[in-house]
Every structure is written in C-alpha cells, then in structure tokens.
C-alpha cells in the first residue's frame, strides 16, 4: 500500500509558475514509476507527466512539453511536478499517482492516486 498526499496547488496568473510536491509513504517509493494527472470540470483525467522508477526515463503530454518538468527525489521519498508558463486551460485538479510498472501514462496503469491539489490560472 502506498500513501500519496499532494501539496503546492493554488492560484497563479497566466505565465506564472507553481510546482506541486507529492510526498509518498507506504511501500518503497523507488519501486514505483510515478506519474501526474489533472482533471478540469467536466472532463475526464488526463495525463500530464510521468517519471520512472530510476529517474531514467520521463514522459510528457504533447502540450506539457517544454513547460512542465517531472523530478523525483527518492531519498524524500516525493515527485514534483514544476510548471512554467502557465495557461488558463492548465486550471485543474492535480493528482499524482503510483505504478508498479516502470513507468505508465495512461489511469489505468496506475494502482494508488492522491486526493488532488487545485490549480486555477486567471488570465
């Protein structure tokens, strides 16, 4: 079992940044890839981010890409999610989550989710 609890949401203008921290408690946190997902209001969860188990390998949604960083400290057993040039279409709920793959990008991939951290860009 894996415990995930998120932190740094809030509001931020437009081109601003925040990075989101996501600590772990539970099992060994470096036997799991670990990945970020949002879910805006009437839509369904996205993929945002995902690290692999040994920091070697990380994936980006299209549109993340060159914006968002994805980083993993496994002595702290947390990832972060750092998010430059926001948009007011990056407003959402943030939601990290645990693999036993290697690495995954997709919900269903993934076994443990944290309860989200909101994030709303004004324009």
């Known amino acids: 079992q894996v415990q995930l609890v998120e932190s740094g949401g809030g509001s931020v203008q437009a081109g601003g940044s925040l990075r989101l921290s996501c600590a772990a408690s539970?099992?060994?946190?470096?036997?799991?890839?670990m990945g970020w997902f949002r879910q805006a209001p009437g839509k369904e969860r996205e993929f945002v981010a995902a690290?692999?188990?040994?920091?070697?390998?990380?994936y980006f949604a299209n549109s993340r890409k060159g914006r968002f960083t994805i980083l993993r400290d496994n002595a702290k057993n947390t990832v972060y999610l750092e998010m430059n040039s926001l948009k007011p279409e990056d407003t959402a709920v943030y939601f990290c989550a645990a693999t036993a793959l290697q690495i995954g990008i997709r919900t269903a991939e993934y076994e443990y989710w944290g309860q989200g951290t909101q994030v709303t860009v004004s324009s």
């Open positions: 539970g099992r060994t946190f470096s036997s799991y890839g």
């Open positions: 690290i692999s188990r040994s920091k070697t390998s990380t």
